[in-house]
């Protein structure tokens, strides 16, 4: 019985809560299969408390490897672990988060492995009679949705966006039998992580943030630019902006949200004073909910909206975050 | 120093408007570019060259109108062009397509580094650079924003992730992706036009690159696309007008409550 299997990912010995919605993902495909779910990790320190976390979401299984070399995550290393976890327990599927690491692991896997990978998954499910995994993304910008599966090759492998998997309640008292990878492979990693420059600010962090307000070129200035990171503070989000807003220096490139920069999926995203072109729309096609507040009433973001504001954005802002106060310090 | 760089020819995406009622596409020229993502890493090849001197190789995969971004590549100032081109490589997915290019790469020859964009804008996997580097064993970084400092052997690049900025030590050969915030692409110039037209370039066939026939196009791609759908992402927006100060007021509270209803207003505690 092919097990199912996730790749948690995890730092500082503290799971990151992207491993937890692929066990939510796993768990229901696991089940429909009839066979096991295991999560496999490799990190350099963790407690077994916090492995059995991943058992409190759903893992039957925990693969885990503590190696000082596998932490911060490199390619090479993780894929030597993984080829020869993979080889001794032909795993039918492999599910991990289209971070950063995961996006570059798994189509470096797939090719060691020989095995089919769809990128960036927003829903999974069983093919009837065949027990193939049918993967669906979107593509062209989010303008197309494909549904892809791999017949003949196993594990079949995919990236699933952060995000876009509610978490179920966990249940504290599920146990996992935690089970040690040992390579003793001797190999040497390419590539060496010397250090990380952590964002000043966590509202650089837009593909994990929850809520996150965009400012575009309706801004007109840098300095108004703190009407979005005011705005940004009082929603408890991070900032966002378009090409245009970072090309002209109000935002670093780390906050360009659209095709040549960041694709995200928060429950919240408010455009401000960005008319919506495709190329920026292509960043937020699976945001829950859109607000616009634009002054144009055709501008191409409506199209996107769940609701929009029409007018001037320098006079609805500050009324907007004055109502936002007083409505909290009614409650 | 000599820098590959594969790239790839894409349906351009900035004549691409939507539709408003329907929330599809509407492709008004439906032309074919160099993927712009791909010009970021031509550029810090480019940008390598002049600084360190190199050579420049571009490559792709691709229909015989694809030799249009290899003359826009060595226009820009690329050295030289390799179309691979074949009706076997058809319908290729990124495992088949990493496998022709790092066959290709492997035929052009000694190389220190191969340079490609995040992803191309059409199948936006970001599959295939990582794909060519296992291929060809290569160390590989991604998601670069930066090159330091190139170094006998080595070099030290900056990564974007989801923390902050990376800094790292890579092994040459290496493969590096690289993303928007590397350089400012160059235009392709009169001169450099000119030259380009004296540019032979190569093509190959599967033959050529001699390519394992159960790895490439349609046949050697383990994933097969079932089923494609237009989803119509149109919301029907609820819209408030603002027009004067009461009017603003109203709006405001109506995008609050909506916000309430939907349970995204929690409680912001100030430091
Ligand atoms: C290959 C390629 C990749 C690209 N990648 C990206 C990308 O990743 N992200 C991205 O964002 N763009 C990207 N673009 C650029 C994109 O095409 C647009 O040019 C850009 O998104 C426009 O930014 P904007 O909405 O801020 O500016 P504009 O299009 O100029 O829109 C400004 C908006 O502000 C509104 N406005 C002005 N003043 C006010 C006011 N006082 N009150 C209220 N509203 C006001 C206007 O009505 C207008 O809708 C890309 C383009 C190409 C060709």
């Not at chain 1, 599920?174 to 990380?196: G, K, M």
Request: one cysteine or more; a negative charge.
């Amino acid at each position: 019985m092919a097990e199912v299997w996730t790749i948690a990912e995890a730092s500082g010995g503290t799971l990151k809560e992207v491993s937890f919605e692929l066990l939510a993902r796993g768990r229901s495909l696991a089940d429909e299969l009839g066979v096991p779910l295991a999560s496999v990790v490799l990190t350099d320190e963790i407690e077994e408390a916090e492995l059995q976390r991943l058992a409190s979401y759903g893992a039957d299984i925990i693969y885990a490897e503590r190696d000082p070399r596998l932490a911060p995550f490199t390619v090479a290393s993780h894929a030597a672990f993984l080829t020869a976890l993979v080889t001794r327990h032909a795993p039918q599927i492999i599910l991990a988060a289209a971070t950063t690491s995961g996006r570059t692991l798994l189509p470096y896997l797939a090719v060691k492995l020989g095995c089919g990978l769809t990128a960036d998954c927003t829903a999974l499910a069983i093919e009837e009679g065949t027990g193939n995994l049918l993967q669906i993304r979107p593509a062209i910008g989010g303008n197309i949705m494909a549904t892809i599966k791999s017949p003949d090759h196993r594990p079949q492998m995919a990236t699933i966006r952060p995000r876009s998997t509610p978490l179920p309640s966990p249940d504290h008292a599920r146990r996992a039998t935690i089970i040690p990878i040992a390579v003793t492979d001797d190999f040497h990693d390419p590539v060496q992580v010397l250090s990380l420059r952590p964002f000043g600010d966590q509202s650089s962090s837009i593909e994990n943030a929850a809520i996150v307000v965009s400012g575009g070129k309706g801004l007109k200035k840098r300095d108004n630019f703190t009407l979005i990171e005011d705005l940004a503070a009082a929603l408890g989000g991070a900032v966002g902006a378009s090409r245009d807003a970072v090309d002209r220096g109000w935002a670093s490139y780390p906050h360009q949200v659209g095709l040549s920069g960041k694709t995200i999926s928060p429950e919240l995203y408010v455009a401000v004073g960005i008319s919506g072109a495709i190329q920026h729309l292509a960043g937020i096609k699976t945001a829950k909910t859109i607000v616009a507040i634009n002054r144009d009433s055709e501008a191409n973001i409506l199209a996107l909206a769940d609701i929009a504001i029409i007018g001037d954005l320098f006079a609805i802002i500050p009324v907007l975050l004055r109502r936002l106060e007083e409505r909290r310090t009614i409650e | 120093m000599h820098i590959i760089v594969p790239i790839k020819q894409v349906p351009q995406s900035s004549d691409v408007k939507m539709d408003p009622v329907t929330g599809t596409m509407i492709r008004s020229a439906r032309s074919s570019v160099l993927n712009p993502l791909d010009l970021y890493a031509l550029e810090a090849a480019l940008h390598l060259k002049d600084e360190h001197g190199a050579q420049v190789t571009v490559v792709t995969m691709g229909p015989p109108s694809a030799v249009q971004i290899l003359k826009e590549a060595l226009s820009m100032g690329a050295d030289r062009a390799v179309h691979l081109t074949d009706r076997l490589f058809g319908g290729g997915d990124t495992y088949a397509t990493s496998y022709v290019l790092s066959r290709a790469i492997e035929k052009i020859g000694s190389f220190d580094l191969v340079i490609t964009g995040e992803r191309a804008t059409d199948g936006d996997t970001a599959q295939v650079g990582p794909g060519i580097a296992s291929w060809l064993d290569l160390a590989l970084a991604t998601y670069v924003s930066a090159i330091e400092e190139v170094a006998d052997g080595h070099l030290i690049a900056e990564r974007l992730i989801e923390e902050g900025y990376q800094r790292v030590r890579v092994s040459l050969p290496a493969l590096l992706t690289v993303v928007k915030e590397i350089a400012i692409p160059r235009l392709p110039t009169l001169r450099g036009k000119k030259r380009a037209m004296g540019k032979e370039i190569e093509t190959w066939d599967a033959e050529a690159i001699a390519a394992d026939r159960t790895k490439i196009g349609l046949k050697g791609s383990p994933t097969r696309v079932v089923q494609i759908e237009t989803p119509k992402v149109a919301r029907s927006a609820l819209i408030y007008h603002a027009d004067g100060d009461e009017a603003t007021v109203q709006a405001c509270d109506h995008l609050l409550d909506f916000l309430q209803e939907r349970n995204l207003l929690a409680e912001v505690h100030h430091g």
